[in-house]
């Protein structure tokens, strides 16, 4: 009778459906006569994305929602789990084309949990690309990249070298919007390795255009000339976008060559083409390559016509126009307007330190804003005008002075010449001092914004980490509150069912389901509870004020948020780590969460470094980190050692010197030792280290413990 039911509204759906082309049509009339399921259900999910596929003549994605929900029911109540997997999938991507984010996300979600207990790769590489669409779309960056590293490993897993591919190609594109050039040519290059081994030309033609724009940003001309060439494949491509990045980059790179009458050329063709492929929002890239060679040409009349389109381009779009108004304040200096350059630098520094691109909408489109200019311009001209004016009218009472007092006061000119030019001299003198005291302060301000930064940056690393060691943690009770409440939802679908029927015995059985799995829900959700209490005692900021602290407790807790931190951000990082605990240490008066800061660092540091020797294949020892405490006449020490690589004798020394670092660029600021030193030292007590080359390192705590 249900399936009668549900076929009744499927034919219902279609005879008021919207007429759409030949192949939705001839979809709908094959469904209708479907008998086989496996047919059916292939032909409904075929007519479903025909009309969620943003590209399709018969998008219209609102049409499809009931149907949708009413086969997804159907299918859990089959218990047809791999079909209710794929068309809850098919549900989520319709919730991100119709721009619910928050509700395509949660789907997503519980895509992730079917597929893993299918242990289903393949297709948990679509759920997480997918995932990585939704949160690219909600801004979240991060958390985009590291959906894409998530799809990408199954992909691997499953053998999906195209999947992977695609993959790393978004991570470039990600990277290089967040200015991280090298990672985002570490992403392309493996991709087009990818595309090389599974013969996707176009892919390899595309992602070869990326790279040329980097290297070419790198001035690396002839590694970019290489790249062009293989992208040089998608120049008559159909899809318009394609060949515009084509022509843009190639326009670029003859710029770079000093060949700029042949950049011009193809800078104008990817212009056109941005209108014509409906891109708007990158014509603006062209039209300022082609104004800044235009600049260099001193033809300014058309540098200043390309510069307008740009703007006016950029604000229909609501695209940054950071660039352009960078490039204005170049072209006002080059026709020698410095206050309207002052003003355009204005402008584009405010867009600069702006962080919120509403506000910088905002900014650049106040009429207001552009009005005070004006003005200011206005009232600067006026005032040189009056100068002026009364220089001249000076002039005309000097010369009459002059010609009436003659020859008598010859000799006092001469006197009042030579004071005048020895008080230029002291004035120009004085000039000079001024313009260097100036510029040395700027520089010491700068300097102490940048250290205050940097300490902030090592901070927020520090507190990123405890984070992702908090969520880890965290993660087990919550899978089971989700679960459990999943399963009630379902119990209790069940119980209304057999309350219609007045099955009393099979409400009773339920009911106890019920009550065990919320007795469940409650126990694992107070075990998140406490988790969360224990690591915010920890993770707040600091009070400054010292209190009883057990030591054993703090180790133990920051060498498992080290840990499972690590992990969280790469899986394929392992290594062994046991405590040698003092078992009566007495607590002692710290600030808790300074000291924890400080064996966060240091415990990181050694997992670093055994993590590093482990990649070396050295020693072929198993890597391990130890952390220990001991109790003195006077004192407690704690100490964390590793098994790593050791500090060389000729660094030893600078360790703990403010922005000194052995990490990779962009890995480490050099703050974390500088800053643990002067935390124990505000205790009242010593960090010392010990180290041996290929061996291994051990810092050591000393606290006062009277």
């Not at 149907?67 to 919730?95: C, G, H, P, Y």
């Not at 070869?208 to 491509?237: M, P, R, T, V």
């Amino acid at each position: 009778m249900k399936k009668v039911l549900f076929t009744t509204l499927i034919f219902s759906f279609f005879a008021f459906s919207a007429i759409g082309d030949n192949k939705l049509d001839s979809l709908k009339r094959e469904y209708s006569s479907a008998k086989i399921d496996t047919t059916r259900y292939n032909l409904l999910y075929k007519i479903i994305e025909e009309q969620t596929f943003p590209g399709s003549e018969n998008y219209n994605p609102d049409a499809i929602t009931d149907l949708l929900n009413r086969t997804i029911e159907e299918l859990r109540r089959k218990n047809d789990i791999r079909r209710f997997e794929l068309f809850l999938e098919l549900k989520a991507w319709t919730a991100y084309v119709t721009k619910k984010y928050t509700l395509s996300n949660q789907y997503y979600d519980s895509c992730i949990l079917i597929a893993n207990k299918l242990s289903d790769y393949d297709k948990l590489g679509d759920i997480y690309y997918g995932k990585y669409s939704v949160l690219s779309a909600m801004k979240l960056v991060n958390r985009s990249i590291r959906s894409l590293y998530i799809a990408s490993d199954y992909y691997k897993k499953a053998g999906d070298a195209l999947g992977e591919s695609n993959c790393l190609f978004k991570l470039g594109i990600l990277y290089f919007g967040n200015q991280q050039d090298d990672l985002a040519l570490t992403s392309y290059l493996k991709s087009i390795k990818l595309s090389e081994a599974s013969k996707d030309s176009n892919s390899i033609a595309m992602t070869s255009l990326f790279c040329a724009e980097i290297y070419i940003k790198q001035g690396n001309l002839k590694l970019a000339e290489e790249y062009l060439k293989k992208g040089s494949l998608i120049k008559d491509s159909p899809y318009l976008y394609q060949p515009f990045y084509y022509y843009f980059n190639y326009g670029t790179w003859l710029k770079a060559m000093n060949r700029n009458d042949e950049a011009l050329k193809y800078l104008e063709i990817a212009a056109n083409l941005a209108v014509k492929g409906n891109q708007r929002s990158v014509k603006p890239l062209a039209l300022l390559e082609m104004a800044k060679i235009y600049i260099a040409k001193k033809r300014f009349n058309e540098a200043k016509r390309l510069l307008d389109k740009a703007i006016i381009i950029a604000k229909d779009e609501g695209a940054p126009m950071i660039d352009t108004r960078k490039l204005f304040a170049e072209y006002y200096e080059a026709i020698n307007k410095p206050h309207k350059a002052l003003e355009e630098y204005k402008i584009w520094q405010a867009l600069k330190d702006s962080s919120n691109q509403s506000d910088i909408t905002r900014l650049l489109e106040s009429s207001s804003l552009e009005a005070d200019y004006t003005k200011k311009e206005a009232e600067l001209a006026e005032i040189q005008r009056i100068k002026d004016e009364k220089g001249i009218r000076k002039l005309h009472q000097q010369k009459l002075v002059a010609y009436s007092i003659g020859v008598v006061l010859f000799f006092v000119s001469l006197i009042s010449f030579l004071l005048y030019r020895n008080n230029r001299q002291k004035q120009k003198a004085n000039l000079v001092l001024t313009e260097q005291k100036l510029k040395v302060e700027i520089t010491l301000r700068e300097l102490k914004s940048t250290q205050t930064q940097l300490i902030q940056f090592e901070k927020m690393a520090s507190l990123g980490e405890l984070t992702a060691g908090i969520a880890h943690e965290i993660q087990n009770p919550l899978n089971f509150v989700n679960n459990f409440s999943e399963v009630n939802s379902e119990l209790i679908d069940e119980l209304e069912q057999e309350a219609d029927k007045g099955n009393i015995d099979e409400i009773k059985i339920i009911a106890k389901d019920i009550k065990e799995n919320s007795e469940k829900i409650n126990h694992h959700g107070k075990r998140a509870d406490a988790i969360v209490k224990g690591m915010l005692q920890h993770s707040r900021s600091s009070s400054g004020i010292k209190e009883p602290t057990d030591i054993n407790a703090l180790c133990d807790e920051y060498l498992r948020l080290s840990y499972h931190g690590l992990r969280a951000k790469d899986k394929d990082f392992n290594s062994d780590f046991k405590t040698e605990f003092y078992q009566s240490l007495p607590k002692i008066n710290v600030i808790p969460q300074d000291i924890g800061r400080v064996l966060l660092n240091l415990i990181n540091n050694a997992f670093y470094a055994v993590d590093q020797k482990a990649k070396e294949n050295l020693g072929g020892c198993k890597p391990e980190v130890i952390v220990s405490t001991k109790k003195n006449e006077k004192t407690i020490e704690i100490t964390v050692k590793d098994n790593g690589n050791g500090i060389p004798s000729t660094i030893k020394e600078k360790i703990f010197q403010p922005f000194f670092t052995t990490k990779p660029t962009g890995q480490g600021t050099g703050l974390g030792l500088s800053l643990s030193y002067d935390i124990i030292k505000a205790h009242g007590g010593e960090l010392k280290v010990e180290t041996m080359e290929g061996v291994g390192t051990g810092f050591t705590i000393q606290l006062i413990s009277t």
